[in-house]
């Protein structure tokens, strides 16, 4: 049988006990309490960079469907609605492009005639050069080959335009008589005697 200071050492080690575990369990609900608002800073971050990316996306949507189109509108005028749409993809926003047309909206690459989808790509480069801005020469491999013949005057005119307009340098491969008229300098590639040679037109 335990003595009566058996029992208080027992009962001194008892509260002690429970005096840690008390402290521990402030910790903890310190600790809790710290993380919990960690928790709503955090999502007030994130619902703000959200609105932020929301609102960039909104801005690059109309600045690039505004320049698309009106570079549409100028050889197919009323015909064509140029679109972005964004959307989320396994964690990443991509951005869908589609032309609407009599109200049906329609895949750019499978379902629209050649010549609108040479303008809007030829628009889509346009637009990612105001974004970025990085050098004022755009180099083009057959741009609006498949516009057909007599809209290439016009095609020819909008690149003279911005060429003046944004003090951009065009460098072209083109087989097409309206661009080539429309260059400020031509140069082609002859085969003399199995050696290709650059001249500039009339030497």
Request: hydrophobic residues 45%.
């Amino acid at each position: 049988m335990k003595t009566v200071s058996e029992y208080r050492k027992a009962l001194a080690r008892a509260l002690t006990l429970l005096d840690k575990v008390f402290k521990e369990e402030t910790e903890v609900k310190t600790t809790l309490e710290s993380l919990r608002a960690k928790l709503v800073d955090l999502e007030s971050t994130q619902a703000f960079l959200q609105q932020i990316a929301q609102d960039t996306q909104n801005q690059l949507k109309i600045h690039v469907e505004d320049i698309v189109q009106l570079a549409v509108d100028a050889c197919f005028p009323g015909e064509y609605r140029f679109v972005i749409d964004f959307e989320v993809k396994r964690g990443r926003t991509e951005a869908v492009l589609a032309f609407e047309k009599a109200g049906a909206r329609i895949d750019p690459l499978n379902a629209s005639g050649g010549g609108v989808v040479d303008m809007a790509a030829f628009a889509l480069r346009i637009a990612a050069w105001t974004l970025g801005r990085t050098s004022n020469t755009v180099i083009l491999d057959e741009p609006f080959r498949f516009i057909s013949r007599d809209l290439q005057p016009r095609a020819a005119g909008i690149l003279r335009e911005l060429s003046e307009r944004l003090g951009l340098q065009f460098i072209i491969v083109t087989h097409n008589t309206e661009i080539i008229d429309a260059s400020h300098r031509v140069f082609q590639l002859k085969l003399r005697d199995g050696v290709t040679r650059v001249e500039a037109q009339g030497s």
